[in-house]
């Protein structure tokens, strides 16, 4: 790695500082049901990547193994929704291996792979948010049964 490259990464790791020191419980600081449970004397413990996934992501968090697991999500359906352009967008892939490695199985999608571009994080808000709706609501059609009629 050149000299220019190693700086860039220092500096884009500088721009997502981040400890997990900050989020007791992963994903935040709120207490969530992990199994085996965390308690003082089992506090979850965290190791980040040596490396990022690609020059314009941050480097991930993630718990040492074993890995705890989230039992409270159970087996709902979950969908991650990301935007190119939300301030979120360079760790929205640590977020996503978080909870795929604590047992959750997310969906994630990414609106620009689908040729919805240009939005930030608050993406309900923009021109195009009807897109963006029939992206989660055909999601939706897809994941949850529908009752039948009743005749």
Not at 92 to 112: I, M, P, S
């Amino acid at each position: 790695m050149t000299f220019e490259a190693a700086t860039k990464q220092d500096n884009a790791d500088e721009q997502f500082r981040d400890s997990p020191e900050l989020k007791r419980f992963g994903l935040g600081d709120h207490p969530l049901a992990y199994v085996p449970a965390i308690v003082a004397s089992s506090p979850p413990e965290f190791v980040r990547q040596q490396k990022a996934d690609a020059p314009d992501l941050a480097r991930c968090w993630r718990q040492k193994e074993p890995a705890k697991k989230l039992v409270a999500v159970g087996d709902r359906p979950v969908l991650y929704v990301a935007s190119e352009a939300s301030f979120y967008a360079p760790y929205n892939h640590c977020t996503v291996d978080y909870l795929e490695q604590a047992g959750v199985h997310v969906d994630f999608v990414k609106l620009e792979e689908m040729g919805i571009r240009g939005n930030g994080h608050l993406m309900m808000l923009e021109k195009n948010s009807e897109d963006i709706a029939k992206v989660v609501g055909n999601w939706l059609d897809k994941v949850i049964a529908r009752p039948t009629a009743r005749r």
